[in-house]
């Protein structure tokens, strides 16, 4: 496996990892803030993380055009 050349760009301009990202975080209140507030859905935010997850993997498969 190689990196690109320019995957510092990539990594700042790819929408594809901001998505993932933003997954990546509301994963994480999924699992912290129902500790905290019992009236917060879960729910809400395993839907959230899914439809960034589903949004990366397009992002992936469009191209951009400012990298």
């Known amino acids: 496996m190689r990196l690109y050349h320019n995957w510092r760009e990539i990594l700042k301009e790819a ?3 901001r998505f993932i ?5 509301l994963s994480g209140c999924e699992a912290i803030l129902p500790l905290y507030w019992d009236t917060m859905p879960r729910s ?9 997850c589903a949004a990366a993997f397009t ?9």
Request: aromatic share 24%; proline share 0%; no cysteine.
């Open 21 to 25: 990202l933003l997954a990546a975080f």
């Open 44 to 52: 809400l935010f395993a839907l959230l993380a899914f439809f960034f």
């Open 15 to 17: 929408w594809s990892i």
């Open 59 to 67: 992002a992936r498969l469009v191209a951009q055009k400012d990298i």
